[in-house]
């Protein structure tokens, strides 16, 4: 509740009024490629007292919260941005499972319901049929069965679960729209395609609009869908007024609760071997190897662990990185006393997930963390007296431990920002014993053993002959054109800015002859030289920034005129990089 209205209290501060949040999906399939770790967890009456809970906190924020997926996306494999999904269940399943937690919400009073493009032949015989367009499962089931009263919502209409049906009907692309108006939503919305008065609008518009005017029921349907939208705007005029007696700032008392929120949802999945909490003994040990991937907050991470050793590695896992790991392993390994009296320190091993499921390989970070996880637990399998001493990290996304090895201390956070780590690692290496006693994940996941089976991922393939001769590019060997300036100037700029202050234009034509190691290094005293294939152009990171501190990052080979996201080269910046520029007289 209080994480709801804390939320909504920061939304509303810059105009927002209504949220198409929480799910109350219940994700009792591991391997939904959608929903994953946007869902409560794998019991239906948890998920059910979870969203109903965020629900009011939301309404006393003043800001209107949506419910979704109705009847619900947590059973698929399919993702219904790309595809149909159908669940096939029972109706006393679905009323068991995925109906629950949308009851509960409707028996207190929720004010929108999004549904879901789903086909669900228990409610519904017809084939083929989403539930966005079923009358049966919208205005039967969901209104006069579960009692529903508020503002049906659909998912976005520009998704193919929807759209190729609807194709299948009109070749008009308003034909989406009249088929989930005609099943009883009243907000009809398109998330990525659509602009006021531009393009389709106006097709849609007057489609819609004729249908309208050529028959008496459509139109019904429309006038009580505006009815049901104008009551909703009402009341949200009213939710504001109310909520100005409570003013939407930032708090202590805010900043409190994200502290505790992260610090309480540290999971200790499994501990054989009693390495947890690791205490300050081992934490500040040059006998700890920390093998933490970039994306998450360094800064918070080594200051957790003062003296530890420290390797790191970009989320994609280039070669060099792998290497570099590898290595480290292998020199820890070395250091360590052959007395089996003697403590042989810790292996703290963090991967970071941040795909909604990983099975939906949107990156390669997943895969290839899975990779070198793997190839970690081979070498120290080798040696099954240092494999006990490893704490396993799984950052901001569980799902991931379906495939990962079977390290014998697991522990799960559940974000990767500078508050999350910082409460993460409090947790794990000051808390008291009770405070860290294994408990279950909200989500119900088949945890590997030694042996990887079947249902999860197979073992990842090695990349061993794929990095055998990988390495950190040379300085070339003629050494830059002599026209050629590397230049640098304040975190931030651009390097159209540097070489402009220089009298000089940015000439992006170089930037594969400044982008290595050797040239980085005689203009930056670098804590480290790092490949990061993020990146659009070499660079050093600011002392003080929570990814890469100091760091100095080259890109391998930078193969075109376009950086990050689409920005030229010349003209990409960041706040917290000092970019180091190519720049030739203009």
């Known amino acids: 509740y209080e994480y709801g209205r804390e939320y909504g209290k920061n939304i509303r501060s810059t105009g927002i009024n209504m949220v198409f949040a929480p799910c109350m999906d219940v994700n009792i399939e591991p391997l939904n490629p ?3 770790l946007r869902s409560f967890g794998s019991d239906p009456a948890e998920v059910g007292r979870m969203g109903v809970a965020v629900m009011q906190g939301f309404l006393a924020s003043g800001v209107f919260p949506t419910l979704k997926h109705f009847p619900g996306h947590g059973r698929t494999k399919l993702d219904s941005h790309v595809a149909l999904p159908s669940i096939s269940a029972s109706v006393d399943s679905l009323e068991k499972t995925e109906l629950l937690p949308f009851q509960k919400a409707i028996d207190a009073g929720v004010p929108l319901i999004m549904a879901g ?4 032949p228990a409610l519904d015989k017809k084939p083929g049929w989403p539930s966005t367009f079923s009358k049966t499962i919208l205005s039967d089931r969901l209104r006069k069965q579960m009692g529903f009263r508020g503002i049906l919502v659909t998912d976005s209409l520009s998704m193919a679960g929807a759209k190729k049906v609807a194709a299948g009907l009109s070749s008009s692309p308003g034909e989406v729209f009249l088929q989930s108006l005609l099943a009883g939503n009243d907000l009809l919305m398109d998330s990525t395609s659509l602009h006021p008065g531009v393009g389709d609008w106006n097709v849609i518009f007057t489609y819609l609009a004729t249908k309208a005017n050529g028959d008496a029921a459509i139109l019904k349907r429309l006038r009580q869908a505006a009815a049901r939208v104008i009551a909703l705007r009402l009341s949200m005029h009213e939710a504001r ?12 008392e805010g900043e409190k609760l994200v502290r505790e929120l992260y610090a309480r949802s540290t999971t200790v999945v499994r501990d054989e071997n009693a390495l947890l909490p690791l205490g300050k003994e081992h934490a500040n040990s040059k006998d700890t190897l920390l093998i933490i991937p970039n994306s998450l907050n360094v800064k918070e991470t080594e200051a957790a662990f003062l ?3 420290v390797v790191h590695f970009s989320p994609n896992v280039p070669c060099t990185d792998r290497s570099r790991v590898e290595q480290a392993i292998q020199d820890w390994l070395a250091d360590r006393p052959d007395d089996e009296s003697v403590d042989a320190g810790r292996i703290v091993l963090a991967v970071h997930d941040f795909n909604v499921s990983p099975m939906v390989l949107m990156h390669t970070v997943y895969k290839e963390q899975l990779e070198l996880a793997w190839k970690i637990y081979g070498i120290l399998s080798e040696k099954p007296r240092f494999l006990k001493k490893v704490v396993f990290a799984s950052v901001e996304n569980p799902y991931d431990l379906i495939a990962m090895p079977a390290f014998p201390t697991i522990a799960v956070a559940f974000g990767s920002g500078g508050e999350a780590m910082k409460m993460f690692w409090e947790r794990l290496v000051h808390s008291n ?7 279950a994940l909200p989500v119900d996941l088949p945890l590997l053993d030694a042996k990887m089976p079947d249902y999860a991922s197979k073992h990842p393939p090695s990349r061993d002959a794929e990095c055998a001769h990988a390495h950190s590019p040379a300085a070339p060997s003629s050494g830059l054109p002599k026209k050629v300036e590397a230049r640098f100037g304040s975190a931030g700029e651009s390097c159209e800015t540097v070489c402009v202050a220089a009298k000089k234009v940015c000439a992006p034509q170089y930037f594969n002859a400044i982008n290595t190691c050797d040239v980085l290094r005689t203009k930056f005293s670098c804590n480290e030289c790092l490949e990061n294939l993020g990146m659009d152009q ?7 920034a929570s990814r890469w501190p100091g760091r100095c990052l080259f890109t391998s080979e930078l193969k075109t005129e376009v950086g990050f996201h689409g920005v030229e080269r010349c003209m990409a910046k960041h706040p917290d990089t000092i970019r180091l520029c190519p720049c030739v007289p203009s």
């Open 34 to 36: 959608v929903i994953g």
């Open 117 to 120: 493009h789903l086909v669900v």
């Open 241 to 252: 007024q109310r909520a100005r007696a409570d003013p939407p700032t930032k708090t202590v």
């Open 307 to 309: 003296g530890a050793r």
């Open 433 to 439: 014993k009770n405070e860290l006693l294994p408990r």
């Open 538 to 544: 070499p660079a050093q990171v600011k002392q003080s």
